[in-house]
Each structure stands twice: as structure tokens, then as C-alpha cells.
């Protein structure tokens, strides 16, 4: 079984999937005592048909008509998503139960978690095809499902919205410097910035995941579940569930300013979209521009809000263009390494030669948190990547302007990185390394 082909027809990989699903869902009922099975609850098992579980009528405007994403494990029965929730922590709750540290039968206490700011609804929530890959409504459970809540359905929410101070150093620096200025309102006098934090899971909508990729959804669904090991055999046996909750990171918007001014027409908005990068963002290794980039986002974000619009910095947990931090050091060593040493005209080679493409970032799903915000024109869009400017302008958001880092934020290690990407053809409004220069645009090496 174990070694079963994957060209088998249908029938037989819903066989196939049953078994698997036996096999998970003893370790998922039974995680302390394998020696005292009890009953095993199937999710693709045919029986499991009998209860029918609220649909999910994606795109609706109702959330009562739209239904609820319920990926809870405590009643098989009223799930009507593949996976469940948490994104990529779902494993470590895994480890939890195994533990005996959880008990699996918790039920989450919901009393006051409610957003601290009211986002939406906005008309793309309504609309099928603009937001696929979250769940517009999942911030609001607590009020839109109050009646389903009551007859004992668990449903957890994907959005959560909170408020926060945030200090870095720069921005103490931009003030000294005095490209910022302390406002009491937005900026403190004493450096920190006041936002508004959203966090965001992943809720993918299959049929428009699949419309979005380009590729047929039967076909994403077996090479979802081939992909990952098998992982969720209901990819491939249960087509009437058209959600998935899918095992990654998710997203953190940070709001600075009126939330009101993000759909304001008269008001100007900036944004800026970051994909995480752990090494830079946080540590702040000099080999890249993303801890720069992600400060001067925050800097036009804050002047923008300072002059009466909103400012959005997105960051999306997408380490190394989604290729991980594994995958990203080794390039890193292959292009110190190389013959003639980190060269800005050899950077995409080197990260094709290790990972088989430059990018697995995927921008066609990135739009969907700017419509879920309600955003239909950017004044500012701070990023240099054309990934990310065609994606968002394709998906129906003007952007009026586009805003380069400036040269003096740019580390000198990073200048093989910045070089490669503008003769790519990503935003510069300088002029573009042609293939001599390029050649000539080195790093340092691995011993220095
Ligand atoms: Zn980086």
C-alpha cells in the first residue's frame, strides 16, 4: 500500500486515502495509549457522509450564507476543511497532545479576543476570484457565527487584530537624522511607532487557488497531496471539501495611522509587501537590502501617515523567495564559492543550481490581503520587484508611484543582490548594470 503508484485511477486512491487516514487518525485519536485503540474517526471514510457539515459557498457576502471555516478536530462531523488550524503550528499542537502536555479535548476560550479594530467588510470580500487564499470573514467569527457557536460548533478564527508599540533603531535615527518627525500621535517622542497589527492564516479556496495558478484544480489537489508526502489524502478523496488549510506560515500586517484612510479616495495610502528574511530582518546580516528595505518602508509609511493617509507594511513568512533558510545558506556558500567569487551577474544561476527555480514566492496569491484591507489604489508602493508590481496591478490596484531604496541604506555586501535584480528588469531609477558592469559587482568572500 505504502508503495501504491500514484497514476492509480480514482477509486483506487480513495481506497488508498482511507487507509491513510486510518493509519493518521489513530495516531491523531490515540497519541499516548497505542496500546488501547479506541474508535478512529475517518475523514474520507464514506461514512463520514452521513452528517453533512455546513458548506462553505465561497465569495458570499453573508457569512452565515458563505458558512464558516470549521477545521476543528474536536467534532469530526461539523469539519468542513482539509487540514486544520494554525498554519505550520498545528505540528507543534501535535507534539503538544503527544506530550500529554494539551489535552486534545481543549477548547479554546474566545472571550475578548475579538479584533481591537474593525476591518471590513469591503465588496472584494464578496467577490470569488479576488481573495482565495484567506478567509475574509476570519476575524469576525465571533459575531457573524454567534448563533452556530451557540448550537456547539467550534469555530476558531484566522484573523486576529491587536494593537502595538514598535521601537527600532533606525527610525530613533531617522529622527535624529531628520528625515522623520516625532508627532506625540503616530511617532512618541520617545521612538516608538504606534500600530495596528493583523495576523493572518492561510485558508486557501482550491477551485480559486487553482484558477490562479493557472492549472486545473483536480491536478493542484494530487500535486498538493504527492508533494507533501501524503499528508492530506482528503486533497485527492473528498472533492466536496473545496478548503484547505494549508501547513505554512502565514501573514503580519502592520497598519500605521487611521484605518479609515486605507479606502479613503482623498487620502494617501503607502505600502509596502515584505517577505520575510530572518538572517536581515532580524539579525541583520549585510549580504542582502530586506532589513533596509523593510525600515524605509516603514519610514514612507509613517510620513504618509503623518500627512493623513495610512501606511501598510505586509510581511509575509516567505524565508529565502520561499525556498527556506536551509535552501538560502547553501546558495549563499555556492556564490561565495564559485570560480571569480559572488558575482552580481552570476546571483539567479546560483540560486537555480541549488533550488531548480530563482522564486517560489508565488506573488499571484500576495494581492488578496491588500483586497482583503479594501485597497484599490497604492500612492506609494516601496519595492524595487516587478514579481510583485505586476501581481498587485494585474489584480486590479493602481499604484501611482513606485519608491526605490535609497543608494546610502543599501549595505555594500548587498550590491551584488540589488545589482542582479535591477539588470533583471526590477524597478531602478537609476541606470541598469549592463552585462560588463555586472560582472564587476562582487562580495566579499567566505573567509573575510
Ligand atoms: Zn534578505
Redesign the pocket.
Known amino acids: 500500500m505504502i508503495r501504491a503508484s500514484f497514476n492509480l485511477p480514482s477509486w483506487k486512491l480513495s481506497r488508498f486515502g482511507s487507509y491513510l487516514c486510518i493509519l493518521l487518525g489513530a495516531f491523531m485519536q490515540e497519541p499516548k495509549i497505542a496500546s488501547k485503540p479506541k474508535h478512529i474517526v475517518l475523514t474520507s471514510h464514506p461514512g463520514r457522509f452521513a452528517s453533512k457539515p455546513l458548506r462553505i459557498n465561497w465569495g458570499k457576502s453573508d457569512p452565515l450564507e458563505r458558512g464558516p471555516v470549521i477545521g476543528t478536530l474536536l467534532n469530526p462531523a461539523h469539519r468542513n476543511v482539509i487540514g486544520t488550524h494554525s498554519g505550520s503550528y498545528s505540528v507543534y499542537r501535535a507534539l503538544s497532545v503527544a506530550s500529554g502536555a494539551l489535552q486534545a479535548s481543549h477548547r479554546a476560550d474566545l472571550t475578548n479576543t475579538a479584533p481591537i479594530v474593525a476591518i471590513g467588510p469591503h465588496p472584494s470580500w464578496s467577490d470569488p476570484n479576488r481573495i482565495v487564499s484567506l478567509d475574509p470573514f476570519g476575524g469576525l467569527v465571533g459575531e457573524a457565527y454567534a448563533s452556530l457557536y451557540e448550537q456547539g460548533y467550534d469555530i476558531r478564527p484566522t484573523i486576529a487584530v491587536t494593537k502595538a508599540h514598535i521601537n527600532m533603531p533606525e527610525l530613533q535615527d531617522a529622527v535624529a537624522k531628520g528625515r522623520l518627525s516625532v508627532d506625540g500621535q503616530i511617532l512618541k517622542s520617545n521612538g516608538s511607532l504606534v500600530v495596528t497589527k493583523v495576523a493572518l492564516d492561510p485558508v486557501w479556496y482550491l477551485p480559486g487557488i487553482a484558477q490562479r495558478l493557472k492549472v486545473g484544480e483536480s491536478d493542484l489537489r494530487r500535486i498538493l497531496f504527492q508533494q507533501t508526502g501524503g499528508m492530506f489524502p482528503e486533497l485527492v478523496t473528498r472533492p466536496d471539501l473545496q478548503v484547505f488549510l494549508p501547513p505554512i506560515g502565514g501573514i503580519t500586517v502592520y497598519l500605521i495611522g487611521d484605518v479609515a484612510a486605507i479606502t479613503d479616495p482623498n487620502r494617501l495610502l503607502a505600502v509596502r509587501v515584505h517577505d520575510e528574511?530572518n538572517?536581515?530582518d532580524v539579525f541583520g546580516s549585510d549580504i542582502?537590502t530586506?532589513r533596509p528595505y523593510l525600515v524605509h518602508g516603514l519610514e514612507v509609511c509613517v510620513q504618509t501617515a503623518q500627512e493623513g493617509g495610512a501606511g501598510i507594511m505586509v510581511y509575509s513568512r516567505k524565508e529565502g523567495r520561499a525556498l527556506g533558510e536551509v535552501t538560502k545558506f547553501l546558495v549563499y556558500n555556492a556564490r561565495k564559492r564559485q570560480v571569480g567569487g559572488d558575482r552580481a551577474d552570476a546571483y539567479f544561476n546560483r540560486t537555480e543550481c541549488v533550488a531548480g527555480v530563482q522564486d517560489m514566492r508565488f506573488q499571484e496569491l500576495m494581492p488578496d490581503v491588500l483586497h482583503w484591507l479594501g485597497i484599490t489604489r497604492i500612492d506609494r508602493f516601496v519595492s524595487m520587484s516587478d514579481m510583485k508590481y505586476n501581481a498587485i496591478v494585474n489584480s486590479g490596484i493602481e499604484i501611482v508611484q513606485r519608491v526605490a531604496i535609497p543608494d546610502e541604506l543599501i549595505p555594500a555586501d548587498a550590491m551584488v543582490e540589488i545589482a542582479a535584480k535591477q539588470a533583471a528588469g526590477y524597478y531602478t531609477e537609476k541606470a541598469v548594470p549592463n552585462a560588463v558592469s555586472l560582472a564587476e559587482i562582487k562580495g566579499r568572500g567566505l573567509a573575510d
Do not use: E, F, H
Request: charged content about 0%.
Open positions: 528574511c538572517g536581515s542582502c530586506c
